[in-house]
């Protein structure tokens, strides 16, 4: 039998954002996604990194921007993948309980990923390349993109649901809310148009903070 899906009461009955994003970062993550999603479709062949892994990098994610859609749409993913409600609920709620020591640094980075709002230390980046291999940090890098993507589109989805529920978030307006998804939709064809134009160019599909100090401009 089929465990239901559950995730956290501070997700479920969340009344205002964990975190807001621009139409601008949006944007941008749509056009890092892009490349993003082919990198973990062709993941799925080959499997340089298990399928759970890459699950619980994206809850990571989520678990920090606080998004209640992709919360529940990734709980139902990562149950049909066979992990517990136990052991989503944990990383939803910034556990580190069912951390497996080898997946440390990368769960780590994701989460340092998803805090910078997609702008990570580059410092950051080289520890997972030392630690996993270029390959396999190209993979985490990747399933943090399209993660924090979809964060950004489905915070404001999560309190337009919210409001039709007769509960608005009390930090949003109906104007954000559907101006961002409807933003969002137009917007995403010339995010992949703009995602294949640099990839023919050969611009890397990544973007770092090269300083060093966390608190240098």
Avoid at 51 to 74: K, W
Avoid at 173 to 196: D, H, K, R, T, W
Wanted: hydrophobic share 40%.
């Amino acid at each position: 039998m089929k465990e239901a899906i559950k995730v956290p009461e501070s997700i479920s009955l969340r009344m205002g954002f964990k975190r807001k994003f621009s139409l601008w970062e949006m944007y941008r993550s749509f056009v890092f996604a892009t490349r993003a999603a082919s990198k973990l479709s062709k993941n799925k062949k080959n499997q340089l990194l298990h399928p759970d892994f890459i699950e619980r990098l994206q809850l990571a994610v989520t678990e920090v921007n606080g998004c209640a859609a992709c919360s529940y749409q990734h709980t139902k993913m990562a149950l049909q993948q066979g992990m517990s409600n136990e052991e989503i609920s944990s990383f939803l709620s910034g556990e580190t309980h069912f951390i497996k020591p080898e997946e440390a640094k990368a769960i780590l980075f994701a989460q340092h990923f998803a805090d910078s709002r997609g702008f990570p230390k580059k410092y950051a980046y080289d520890a997972i390349v030392t630690e996993y291999g270029s390959d396999k940090a190209a993979l985490i890098l990747s399933a943090s993109q399209v993660m924090i993507a979809g964060n950004m589109y489905g915070i404001p989805f999560s309190a337009f649901q919210s409001r039709l529920k007769g509960k608005p978030f009390t930090d949003s307006n109906l104007f954000y809310e559907l101006g961002m998804l409807v933003a969002g939709i137009f917007c995403l064809p010339f995010a992949i148009i703009q995602s294949l134009l640099g990839a023919l160019v050969g611009l890397p599909n990544e973007r770092f903070d090269k300083s060093m100090a966390d608190d240098e401009e």
